[in-house]
Structure formats: structure tokens, C-alpha cells
């Protein structure tokens, strides 16, 4: 686990050179330390310190801050602060339901586009889900989940979509990771996977999608 009090330089991801925009870079490496907690909720943080960290200028830092603070990840008081936003159980709560709706289109735009190979690929990453949900490994079941999700939006071939969707999944990542699946949850949700996966192998997408949406939320302790 990585010492909150340690440097800043030591808890940051290093910044490689790509030929991707410096502010791309900084978004995904300080959001990708918010979302797992190397920068915890209330943590403060400057432009001038994540600058020297990274070694690059302050202007990519100052804009990648302004985009986490549009997702929701950053939140600030001028002349006060820029630190870490809070996670609250209303915040969880209306994460979990946004994720099960944007999760069930991504699932059926990429019904729409899947060839067969893509929906066999699909169906292993879903038969992950369904493992680890009879096991109640939850941590497991999140990555799993989370894989499934990232495959459908990769292939749900609506650049927009797509978009909305990276710039979202800090936040649902940081809201939702401390989520644990509750053991009498397991046989519903796991139910629904199973009929998701007959849905998906039918091409039928309006009960797929019924029965994506149905087991989120099922079972789950949103207490932080």
C-alpha cells in the first residue's frame, strides 16, 4: 500500500513520452491516483507541486486539474484550496445507478456492432463475472465488471459515447471501489448473469438489458 505521507513524486505514476498531449498524460495519471487512492478524499494538491513532480510545466497540470474537476474528482475554493472531492454515500448511491444505466447502453450499442468473435469474447469476460460472483469475491467481481464494461464500450462504435464514458470512469472507478457484494446477493445476481448471457447469445438486446440493469445495486453494501 502506498505511504499517504510520501512524496508526492513517490506516489504518482512516472509520465512517459508517447507523443499523447502532456495534459492527456497528467489527466490519466492524477485521476488514475485519485480513483485508487494514492490521493485520498480531502488530500490537497497544487499545479506547481504535480508540475515538479512529473517534470513538465504547469499549464498541461493546470488543465488535466480543470478536468477532474469537471468529473468530479477536484474541487476548489479560490485563494483556499484544490484538494480531493469527499465520497459520500448519496454519491455512491447515484453512482451505482448511473453506472447500471450507462452500463446497459453501452451493452446495447455493442450488440448492435459485436461480430461473433467479439460476442464470444464478450461471453468469456461475462463467464469471469459469474465466477466470481458465486465465489463473492467482490473486489474480483468489480475488476471483472469493470473489464466486461470497458470491452462493450470499445466496441459500441459511438465516438461520443466513448468519450463521455473514459471521462466518467475515474469516478465511478473511485466511488464504487470499496463496494462489497453481500453474501445472500450472490444466487440474484449471478441469476441475472446467466439470463444476460442467454439474452446476449439470443441477440435479443431489450432483455439483456433488463437483465443488466437487474442486478445492479442487488445486494451491495453502500456503506463507507
Request: glycine share 6%; aromatic share 4%.
Amino acid at each position: 500500500m502506498t505511504d499517504p505521507q510520501a512524496s508526492l513524486g513517490k506516489r504518482l505514476a512516472p509520465l512517459t513520452i508517447d507523443g499523447a498531449p502532456l495534459a492527456e498524460k497528467v489527466f490519466d495519471i492524477v485521476g488514475d491516483a485519485i480513483a485508487t487512492g494514492v490521493l485520498p478524499p480531502g488530500e490537497r494538491v497544487n499545479d506547481k507541486e504535480i508540475a515538479s513532480a512529473l517534470g513538465v510545466s504547469r499549464t498541461p497540470v493546470r488543465e488535466a486539474l480543470q478536468r477532474l474537476t469537471w468529473v468530479g474528482l477536484i474541487e476548489t475554493a479560490p485563494s483556499r484550496y484544490t484538494r480531493v472531492t469527499a465520497v459520500t454515500e448519496e454519491a455512491v448511491a447515484s453512482t451505482l445507478e448511473y453506472a447500471g444505466m450507462q452500463a446497459s447502453v453501452a451493452l446495447r450499442l455493442a450488440m448492435r456492432r459485436m461480430d461473433a468473435a467479439e460476442l464470444d469474447g464478450a461471453l468469456v469476460l461475462l463467464d469471469e463475472m459469474i465466477v466470481q460472483a458465486e465465489a463473492g469475491e467482490s473486489r474480483a467481481l468489480l475488476r471483472a465488471s469493470q473489464e466486461f464494461l470497458g470491452y462493450l464500450v470499445a466496441r459500441s462504435g459511438n465516438p461520443v459515447f466513448m468519450r463521455v464514458m473514459k471521462e466518467a470512469d475515474l469516478l465511478v472507478s473511485r466511488n464504487l471501489r470499496h463496494l462489497r457484494q453481500l453474501p445472500e446477493s450472490a444466487k440474484l445476481r449471478t441469476d441475472a448473469f446467466r439470463h444476460l448471457r442467454e439474452a446476449m447469445l439470443a441477440g435479443d438486446a431489450d432483455a439483456a438489458e433488463h437483465w443488466f440493469r437487474a442486478q445492479h445495486g442487488v445486494g451491495v453494501d453502500l456503506a463507507l
